[in-house]
């Protein structure tokens, strides 16, 4: 199998001979999707990496349109509360792919319990438990414990009805366990063990770019790597209970998952 020299990963990362763009614009420096919320009025808006600016939650509130947030600690819960928020998801640092954090770099690191535990005697709005989930058994005792609700995220991936690719899938349910690096997009996120984190999430690393400019090298990289039949830069984001991954589609997990929570 031919593999990619570090060397290579080092030049796209530090963007010696690639362009590095913005693969997506923020919601806040993007004011046409703001209108397009109001013009279709979607059941409720959820919002990750934080709450944009005023204006926006004003525009929401004047046209009763139900906003959400993530949160992984409690003064960010407070601040969602203060915010006019409808219900917060409490993503534990379980879940996979990018946390919640509202910056990166004040990330207290609690466990979906953990963060239920902290949320719930000082939160009215509805919590929604998220991160690592994956049994009946765990959605009900995270509802005994004071979640309205809880979010799955990992154990649908594998369903047909998901975009995820075969290749993808068969990875998934290969993977021995997860791990959080910032070195594929930029900013903190967990996913399934491979190159990126055993060789590229190296002590002595170059500093790479912000969240989301390297998320774009991130791609480039894994495009040339698979022009050369390597996959071992493909972004696989997943939970910490990846390994308890079931091959069911949609409609038998949601039966078996009702199952077990009775």
């Not at 993530?70 to 379980?94: F, K, M, P």
């Not at 005994?144 to 995220?153: F, M, P, W």
């Not at 998901?162 to 967990?190: E, W, Y």
């Amino acid at each position: 199998m031919v593999r990619v020299p570090l060397s290579a990963f080092y030049a796209i990362w530090t963007g010696c001979s690639y362009t590095t763009s913005r693969p997506y614009a923020s919601f806040t420096d993007s004011p046409e999707l703001l209108e397009v919320i109001l013009a279709t009025r979607p059941a409720v808006v959820s919002f990750h990496f934080g709450l944009p600016p005023k204006f926006i939650l004003q525009a929401l509130q004047h046209a009763k349109i139900p906003y959400w947030v993530s949160v992984t600690r409690l003064s960010e819960a407070l601040y969602a509360q203060q915010q006019g928020c409808s219900a917060i998801i409490a993503q534990g640092v379980e879940a996979g792919g990018h946390r919640a954090t509202f910056d990166p770099l004040c990330d207290a690191g609690l466990s979906t319990e953990e963060l239920l535990q902290q949320l719930a005697p000082h939160i009215s709005l509805p919590i929604i438990s998220a991160g690592g989930v994956m049994t009946g058994g765990q959605i009900t005792q995270l509802l005994t414990q004071g979640a309205s609700a809880v979010q799955l995220g990992t154990a649908f991936i594998a369903c047909q009805e998901s975009a995820a690719s075969d290749q993808l899938r068969q990875r998934l349910f290969m993977a021995k366990g997860t791990q959080i690096t910032d070195v594929i997009s930029g900013r903190p996120a967990r996913g399934v063990m491979g190159r990126w984190q055993q060789e590229i999430d190296h002590p002595l690393r170059p500093a790479h770019a912000d969240y989301p400019y390297s998320y774009a090298l991130a791609k480039q990289l894994d495009k040339v790597a698979n022009a050369q039949g390597v996959t071992d830069y493909q972004v696989c984001w997943a939970g910490t209970g990846v390994t308890a991954l079931r091959p069911l589609d949609a409609l038998p997990l949601m039966q078996t998952l009702i199952a077990e929570l009775n």
